[in-house]
């Protein structure tokens, strides 16, 4: 089954402590996203990559760091937590930008 | 800032009527998308039409875009109740793909 999985789903951490949102797709898509959804903002887009080891900044990138190694993972990294990055965070893929795309089922993050 | 910008913002109506989500963007386009959201989950893609289209439909679905006026509109016709969710437009361009704030429909039984 094609899709975009996320882990973990739910993650309730404190500020400071480093945490690794992990995303992966199996339909071999070049270009994967990482937005974030707060209510009243719509999605963000966080960081996206065109393809591996091809990464760029988005609308809200800081906090955050992304690497692109394999064509289907795109991990999402937070060095530093902060309050203001608790929010609902999805990943998705594409063949290409401008294409349609493929969500993950999201990851709730609570920072305290 | 975001591109582009669903009007109206929350749209209740009753079971069997049609619903009426409109977007409007800024800039050029190659494509404009249209995603729904059940509460707190990912978005699914309904509907992709390409600055070249004017009109699209999915089942019950039709979509318009209007590239002169920079606006599209998602038409559901004979709404369920399971039809409640979140709906997103999304433009697309060689640079960038912006979703907007979504529109928020309920459909009451």
């Known amino acids: 089954e094609a899709q975009v999985t996320q882990n973990p789903r739910y993650l309730i951490t404190v500020t400071g402590k480093k945490l690794t949102v992990t995303c992966s797709q199996n339909?071999?898509?070049?270009?994967m996203s990482w937005y974030r959804q707060d209510p009243g903002l719509g999605l963000r887009q966080i960081y996206y990559s065109m393809n591996v080891e091809v990464t760029d900044k988005g609308d809200v990138p800081e906090g955050y760091k992304v690497s692109r190694k394999e064509k289907r993972n795109f991990p999402l990294i937070l060095e530093s937590p902060s309050p203001n990055q608790t929010s609902l965070y999805f990943c998705?893929?594409?063949?290409?930008?401008?294409?349609?795309?493929?969500f993950g089922p999201g990851t709730r993050l609570l920072v305290l | 800032s975001q591109q582009g910008e669903e009007d109206p913002q929350a749209l209740s109506i009753q079971e069997g009527e049609n619903a009426t989500m409109n977007c409007s963007y800024k800039?050029?386009?190659?494509?404009l998308q249209w995603y729904r959201q059940n509460s707190g989950r990912g978005l699914v893609h309904l509907i992709l039409i390409r600055s070249n289209e004017r009109e699209k439909h999915s089942g019950r679905l039709r979509v318009t875009l209007d590239t002169s006026k920079k606006s599209s509109s998602l038409l559901i016709t004979a709404s369920r109740a399971a039809d409640t969710a979140s709906y997103f437009c999304a433009t697309a361009s060689w640079q960038k793909v912006t979703f907007g704030i979504g529109t928020k429909l309920q459909v009451i039984p």
């Open positions: 800039t050029s386009i190659n494509n």
């Open positions: 998705a893929s594409s063949l290409q930008r401008e294409e349609t795309q493929y």
């Open positions: 339909m071999n898509h070049e270009y």
